[in-house]
Antibody, heavy 118, light 111 residues
Framework: QVQLQESGPILVKPSETLSLTCTVS????????WTWIRQPPGKGLEWIGC???????NYNPSLKSRVTISLDTSKNQFSLKLSSVTAADMAVYYC????????????WGRGTLVTVSS | QSALTQPPSASGSPGQSVTISCTGT?????????VSWYQQHPGKAPKLMIY???KRPSGVPDRFSGSKSGNTASLTVSGLQAEDEADYYC???????????FGGGTKLTVL
C-alpha cells in the first residue's frame, strides 16, 4: 500500500531554512495532491500548503512569504522549504495525501519533529 | 484565517455517545461540504475518520458519524470504547483562499 515518509534535518538554526522531503512508496506522486501540515508540541494542527500533481501550489497565507513546496517525480518525492525560521516554527511536520483534491487527508507520514535552536 | 472553534475537552462513559462541535463561518464550514474529522492518539499521526461532512473512509467504525448545521459541524461517537480516547480535530476548506483550516482540537476522555 502507499506509504509516506518524511526525512530531513531535525535541528535547524534560527534564521536558516528548514528543508524536508516526503518520499512516496507504493504509489506515484504524479497522481493525487500532496500536503504539508505541522503541529507544534502540545498544540493543534496547522495546514502549511499543498502541491498538485500538475505542480501548481497553494500556501497558507500566514506562511506564504516563507514557504516553497515542490515535486520531484523522478524520485517520487515532494519537498518543503521554510525560510527564516524562528522558535515558533518548531513542530512535528507531517506530509499527507489528498487523494482527489477535495481537501481531506487520508494518508499521513509518521511525522518528524524539527527543533529550531542555535 | 482563524482556526475553527472546538471545545477543548469532552468526555463520556463506555457505551455512551458524545458529540464534538466545530464552529466556523460561512466562508468555511457553512459554505462548503468539505469538513473532515481526524483522530490522533498520543505520539501518532492523525487518522481520517470523517470526510465531506458525513462520509466514513473504509475501515472506520460506523460508531463515528458526522453532520453539519449552518456554520457548525459535529462529530458523534456512539457506543464509546476505551480506544476512542484521543484528540479529535476538525478541518474545513476555505474557498476564498483555497486553503484548509483546522480546529484547535478536542481531547476526548472515556471515563
Amino acid at each position: 500500500q502507499v506509504q509516506l515518509q518524511e526525512s530531513g534535518p531535525i535541528l535547524v538554526k534560527p534564521s536558516e531554512t528548514l528543508s524536508l522531503t516526503c518520499t512516496v512508496s507504493g504509489g506515484s506522486v504524479s497522481s493525487s495532491y500532496w500536503t504539508w501540515i505541522r503541529q507544534p508540541p502540545g498544540k493543534g494542527l496547522e495546514w502549511i500548503g499543498c502541491i498538485y500533481h500538475s505542480g501548481s501550489t497553494n500556501y497558507n497565507p500566514s506562511l506564504k512569504s516563507r514557504v516553497t513546496i515542490s515535486l520531484d517525480t523522478s524520485k517520487n518525492q515532494f519537498s518543503l522549504k521554510l525560510s527564516s525560521v524562528t522558535a515558533a516554527d518548531m513542530a512535528v511536520y507531517y506530509c499527507a495525501r489528498d487523494p482527489w483534491g477535495y481537501w481531506r487527508f487520508d494518508l499521513w507520514g509518521r511525522g518528524t519533529l524539527v527543533t529550531v535552536s542555535s | 484565517q482563524s482556526a475553527l472553534t472546538q471545545p477543548p475537552s469532552a468526555s463520556g462513559s463506555p457505551g455512551q455517545s458524545v458529540t464534538i462541535s466545530c464552529t466556523g463561518t460561512s466562508s468555511d464550514v457553512g459554505g462548503y461540504d468539505y469538513v473532515s474529522w481526524y483522530q490522533q492518539h498520543p505520539g501518532k499521526a492523525p487518522k481520517l475518520m470523517i470526510y465531506e461532512v458525513t462520509k466514513r473512509p473504509s475501515g472506520v467504525p460506523d460508531r463515528f458519524s458526522g453532520s453539519k448545521s449552518g456554520n457548525t459541524a459535529s462529530l458523534t461517537v456512539s457506543g464509546l470504547q476505551a480506544e476512542d480516547e484521543a484528540d479529535y480535530y476538525c478541518s474545513s476548506y476555505v474557498g476564498s483562499n483555497n486553503l484548509v483550516v483546522f480546529g484547535g482540537g478536542t481531547k476526548l476522555t472515556v471515563l
